[in-house]
C-alpha cells in the first residue's frame, strides 16, 4: 500500500475511510448499520430513512403497474466516481443497474406471493439474484441514495479538521441523490488536485457482506438437497461442492440456480432473511487506520 496517496494524516483519529485517491478501496457500504452508529456530522437516521423509503418506492410502483417507472429510478445512480469503495484497481469506476435488469427480477419475484411486503424492500436481493451484479455495484447504488448526508459529513469533517487538500468543485458535472421522493442533484461536489472525493464514515462500512447468494444455498437449501439425496440413494452422501458444479452446469450460474430454488420454495427466501435480520447482517468492520501515505495535514 505504500506510496499511494490519501486525503488525510493517518495517525490522526478520524471518522471517515483514508482511502487513496483515484483508486477504489475493497470495502463496502452496509445500510443495516445505520441504525447502530451515532457520528458527529453524519444523519444515519436521514440516510436509513432514503434507503428503506427509495426500495418502497420502487417496490410501491411496479406494483401498481408503472413497472418502467420503477425501473427507471435506477438509471440516475450510475455516474459518482468519488465514493473510492469496490474493486476498480486503475480507476473509479461505478456501473448502475440498467432497467432491463430491475424489471427482470421483479417480473419474477412479483409472481411469487410469499415474497409479498418487506422482503420485496430488501436491497439485498438485487446482489443476490441479477447477473453481474456483485457488492460492488449494490455499494454505489446505494451510497448515491445517501449522497447528500455524505457530502455534509464531508464539509464538517472538512472544517472540523481543517484539511487543506479539500475543496470545493468549479465544475458544472453534477451527481444525483435520493431526497426521499425524487431524484435530485447535488449543489456541491469536493475534490482533491481535481479529483472528485467524498469522505464515508468508516462505522459503516464493511469487509464482506453477510449475505449472497452463495450463503444462501450452501447454508439454507444444500443441507435439503443433500437429505433428499441420500434418501433416494440409500445413504450415500454428496458434498456441497459436487452440487454447486452440478447445478452451475445446469443452470449455467448460481444465481439461476437460486432463483428457480426460491421460485419453488420461498420460504427458504424468506427464512435466509429473517436469519439475516436476527442474527445481525455484519460483523465485519472496517479499521479505523488505513496504510496508506498522506498529503492533507491540519
Not at 144 to 170: P, R, V, Y
Not at 210 to 218: D, M, V
Amino acid at each position: 500500500m505504500k506510496n499511494k496517496r490519501s486525503i488525510y494524516d493517518t495517525s490522526k483519529d478520524v471518522d471517515f475511510l483514508n482511502s487513496p485517491l483515484g483508486e477504489d478501496v475493497q470495502v463496502f457500504f452496509d445500510p443495516s448499520l445505520l441504525g447502530d452508529v451515532s457520528i458527529d456530522g453524519f444523519d444515519s437516521n436521514a440516510a436509513k430513512k432514503k434507503v428503506s423509503s427509495f426500495f418502497s418506492k420502487v417496490v410501491h410502483l411496479y406494483s401498481t403497474g408503472k413497472k418502467d417507472e420503477a425501473a427507471a429510478l435506477f438509471t440516475h445512480f450510475d455516474e459518482n466516481n468519488s465514493f473510492g469503495l469496490g474493486y476498480s484497481k486503475s480507476s473509479r469506476k461505478g456501473r448502475g443497474l440498467s432497467t432491463a435488469m430491475v424489471i427482470e427480477l421483479f417480473d419474477r419475484l412479483f409472481k411469487i406471493t410469499e415474497l409479498q411486503g418487506t422482503t420485496l424492500n430488501n436491497p439485498a436481493l438485487y446482489q443476490m439474484f441479477i447477473q453481474n451484479f456483485g457488492p460492488d455495484r449494490l455499494t454505489d447504488l446505494l451510497l448515491t441514495l445517501i449522497a447528500e448526508e455524505l457530502t455534509n459529513f464531508t464539509n464538517f469533517e472538512n472544517k472540523k479538521f481543517n484539511i487543506g487538500c479539500i475543496k470545493m468543485s468549479n465544475a458544472s458535472n453534477h451527481y444525483t441523490y435520493w431526497t426521499g421522493s425524487v431524484v435530485s442533484n447535488l449543489k456541491t461536489i469536493y475534490v482533491v488536485n481535481d479529483v472528485p472525493v467524498t469522505l464515508i464514515p468508516y462505522k459503516i462500512l464493511t469487509k464482506k457482506y453477510a449475505f449472497s447468494i452463495t450463503k444462501f444455498l450452501s447454508d439454507i437449501v444444500l443441507p435439503i438437497v443433500q437429505e433428499e439425496y441420500s434418501k433416494k440413494n440409500n445413504g450415500d452422501t454428496i458434498s456441497k461442492r459436487e452440487i454447486f458444479k452440478e447445478k452451475t452446469r445446469e443452470y449455467h450460474h448460481l444465481k439461476n440456480f437460486g432463483m428457480a430454488v426460491i421460485e419453488e420454495k420461498p420460504h427458504l427466501l424468506v427464512q435466509y432473511l429473517d436469519t439475516l435480520r436476527r442474527d445481525g447482517s455484519n460483523t465485519h468492520s472496517v479499521p479505523l487506520k488505513s496504510e496508506y501515505d498522506f498529503i492533507c495535514h491540519m
